[in-house]
């Protein structure tokens, strides 16, 4: 018995784990919460006998799973499927930034105030027709190393043709839970270094208010409002991280 | 004479069973937990949210706070094997030390867990710094580390190297980890809840 006890330690760290991977599937405001709940109630059972082996088993299927589901893209073959576009709207009143990760696409434009939007679509036929909040919806068509379209956010309308962009420059976002609201700021980061950012103050609204986002700090990815620290992700079609 | 096959040398009989042999399944069992981590946290796409703690002012100070407890806590796990070792001159082993060397370890290890939870759950596997990179494997690592040494300590006939090298990267790559993130934090933002 007692020589079990170092076991009974990790079974412990591993139950520990599991559990708070659950609760924050659970507690993650997410576009998918039937694949996520479903994930969450099937890892809960096997989650004894590997120590770590189910942690990550319930998500991966269940994301590949809602992308396979989708209406699979004919293969577009001068478009790249993976890439990451940004650059200044027609008239320079603001940023757009487009990531491209398979079929899927996220898209944000931002004047670095009150005129901001967050925009997912499907690529079709080597277009992006995308949509969001507020009536935001974005038309463009794109190519190997440019994005030209039109978007409009908060009746605010752009055109734009913007190009790829590489290593640091991009689109970021970060997201936080306070007082039971959803906080969610959007950067968009130049080749030469400049950035806009807004911060939507209840996300999770049907018409959420931006203010000017507090200024994302490259080197640690973070940004400060008041007493609360922003860890920003980038937004990139290229790893697929944020989609 | 019937020579009975045990009788005679009991213990030369066990030494085929080297130390690689034993070694090598616990140690492909930490290395596919580490594996299983990093991957997860690649392919997972980072939220940027996750379940949080209350009375801290953000996910960064409660994190940050919970490693630095898990690192003082394996400051307790050296010095009480350096006691049980012999190696503290003139300090005899007390009998409480081996319960405190498995509580202090207990606690680190489950404080170290929801601060990695947060890590795989909203910011996953990332590269785009040194420090993040370096955070990032490390981060993977101790925990194939830790299942590591959980799996050898109970094992008998282990050479006496052993247990004192796998404690010793297990803290190692904790502090790695703790340097690369709170101690990080702490400077960038200061000390605060």
């Not at chain 2, 350096?82 to 207990?106: C, D, E, F, Q």
Request: contains cysteine; proline residues 7%.
């Amino acid at each position: 018995m007692k020589r079990n006890t170092p076991l009974i330690t990790l079974l412990a760290g591993a139950a520990l784990g599991v559990i708070l991977l659950i609760s924050s599937m659970l507690a993650t405001p997410s576009s998918a919460p039937v694949s996520y709940s479903a994930a969450a109630a099937s890892s809960a059972a096997p989650s004894s006998p590997a120590p770590a082996a189910p942690e990550s088993s319930p998500a991966s299927p269940a994301a590949s799973a809602s992308s396979s589901a989708a209406p699979s893209p004919e293969p577009t073959r001068t478009t790249p499927t993976r890439a990451n576009y940004a650059g200044r709207v027609g008239g320079g009143g603001g940023s757009v930034a487009v990531s491209v990760h398979g079929d899927k696409a996220v898209a944000y434009v931002c004047n670095g105030s009150t005129v901001e939007g967050w925009m997912r679509g499907k690529v079709q036929n080597g277009k992006l027709v995308l949509t969001g909040k507020n009536k935001a919806h974005l038309t463009a068509s794109y190519h190997a190393g440019k994005v030209t379209g039109d978007v409009e956010a908060h009746g605010t309308d752009y055109s734009f043709s913007v190009s790829t962009v590489n290593k640091s420059s991009g689109l970021y976002q970060a997201t936080a839970k306070v007082q039971g609201k959803t906080i969610k700021a959007g950067w968009i980061v130049l080749g030469d270094g400049t950035q806009i950012g807004s911060l939507e103050t209840d996300a999770d609204s049907d018409q959420p208010n931006a203010v000017t986002a507090p200024k994302l700090d490259m080197a640690t990815m973070t940004a400060q409002v008041g007493s609360l620290v922003l860890h920003a992700v980038p937004v990139s079609g290229v790893t697929g991280s944020g989609f | 004479m019937t020579a009975p096959p045990t009788a005679p040398y009991p213990l030369p009989r066990k030494r085929p069973v080297s130390t690689a042999s034993m070694l090598i399944v616990p140690s492909l069992i930490g290395a596919l937990v580490a594996l299983v981590l990093g991957i997860y946290g690649r392919v997972h796409s980072p939220t940027g949210i996750a379940i949080n703690i209350a009375g801290f002012s953000s996910p960064g100070t409660v994190k940050s706070w919970l490693a630095t407890g898990a690192t003082a806590f394996a400051i307790v796990q050296v010095v009480s094997a350096l006691v049980m070792y012999g190696k503290v001159p003139r300090v005899t082993a007390p009998s409480w030390i081996g319960g405190l060397h498995r509580w202090s370890g207990r606690i680190a290890f489950l404080l170290a867990v929801p601060v990695a939870i947060h890590c795989l759950y909203a910011l996953g596997f990332q590269q785009y710094s040194t420090r993040v990179l370096l955070h990032s494997v490390f981060g993977c690592l101790f925990f194939g580390a830790f299942t590591v040494k959980m799996l050898i300590l109970p094992k008998r006939d282990l050479p006496g190297w052993v247990l004192p090298v796998a404690g010793a990267v297990v803290f190692t790559v904790l502090v790695v980890i703790w340097l690369t993130s709170a101690y990080w934090f702490f400077s960038t933002f200061g000390i605060k809840r």
